[in-house]
């Protein structure tokens, strides 16, 4: 446990005009909260019931009002350099997290054309097709969760998180979650994991309480990914066209 403290300027009016400020000085006890992601029906820290990778899971908390928490003495996401380049005919993170109001980039670093889009609960857009070398922007305005794709190519996926809270984390490779300094408090917790999939896009959620004696989330049991990346249709609601040979959009630019 550590201790921050914040200072609260308190103003006191004497008659006359006069003024007099006082400064008070308050503690707030904050902790690291940790936690461990399973699939449900799995075996073992860090396992799935076929030994595949534990899928990426992404835990909030946002403070319930009046209970604590609300002065957030975490470190803000940052805003700066956030992007998703495309890359490989893949999305490069998989999993991106933002401060509501954010301006992400997408920059196109493959040899050929993609159509970024979202049309999902989150942020709903529609890049149009764009050359390698190229880039857009999209501004990510009010929380949610946005599944992004590819028109042209069904293999690439992506999740962008848009958060009002500093306080979240990703889980690493075997499951393990850590979010530094959570004010003592009354939260809710958030969870959304990749195979929850993306008609599933409103997170899991519960009420905890963090407190000297209660900073961990224990497990949390998601389900278990089904091997394909967050199946889905094209922008017009039909699946995917087999790649034509001879069109340009999957023609390696010279």
Same mark, same amino acid.
């Given at each position: ?5 914040? =200072?609260?300027?308190? !103003? +006191?009016?004497?008659? /006359?005009?006069? /003024? ?6 308050? @503690? *707030?006890?904050? #902790? ?6 399973? %699939?449900?029906?799995?075996? /073992? !820290?860090?396992? #799935? ?8 899971? %992404? *835990? ?14 975490? #470190? ?5 350099? =956030? ?20 301006? *992400? ?22 890049? /149009? ?7 857009? +922007? ?20 992506? %999740? *962008? ?15 393990? =979650? ?12 958030? %969870?959304?994991?990749?195979? +929850? ?19 961990? =989330? ?11 990346? +967050? ?10 066209? @087999? ?12």
């Amino acid at each position: 446990m550590s201790y921050r403290r914040s =200072l609260i300027w308190v !103003a +006191m009016l004497w008659t /006359g005009g006069a /003024g007099l400020h006082a400064q008070a000085t308050t @503690e *707030v006890a904050i #902790t690291t909260v940790r936690g461990r992601v399973e %699939v449900i029906g799995a075996r /073992g !820290a860090g396992k #799935t019931r076929h030994g595949a990778a534990i899928p990426g899971t %992404v *835990v909030w908390l946002t403070p319930m009002a009046g209970a604590g928490g609300e002065a957030t003495t975490a #470190t803000p996401i940052s805003s700066a350099n =956030l992007r998703l380049a495309q890359k490989n005919k893949s999305f490069e993170p998989h999993i991106l997290v933002v401060p509501a109001g954010s301006m *992400v980039e997408f920059p196109n670093r493959d040899p050929f054309f993609h159509n970024v889009f979202s049309l999902f609960e989150g942020k709903r857009f529609d890049l /149009g097709l764009y050359e390698a070398g190229t880039s857009r +922007m999209v501004r990510f305005d009010r929380p949610g969760i946005s599944y992004i794709f590819c028109n042209i190519h069904p293999e690439m996926s992506a %999740v *962008v998180i848009t958060l009002t809270t500093p306080l979240y984390a990703i889980s690493n490779g075997g499951g393990k =979650l850590s979010l530094a300094g959570v004010p003592y408090g009354r939260y809710m917790l958030h %969870v959304w994991s990749e195979g +929850m999939g993306a008609e599933n896009a409103q997170p899991l959620t519960r009420e905890i309480t963090i407190s000297e004696n209660a900073s961990s =989330l224990g497990v949390i049991r998601v389900p278990e990914a089904n091997g394909q990346r +967050m199946a889905h249709k094209n922008k017009y609601g039909r699946e995917y066209d @087999e790649p034509t040979p001879n069109n340009s959009v999957y023609q390696q630019q010279r």
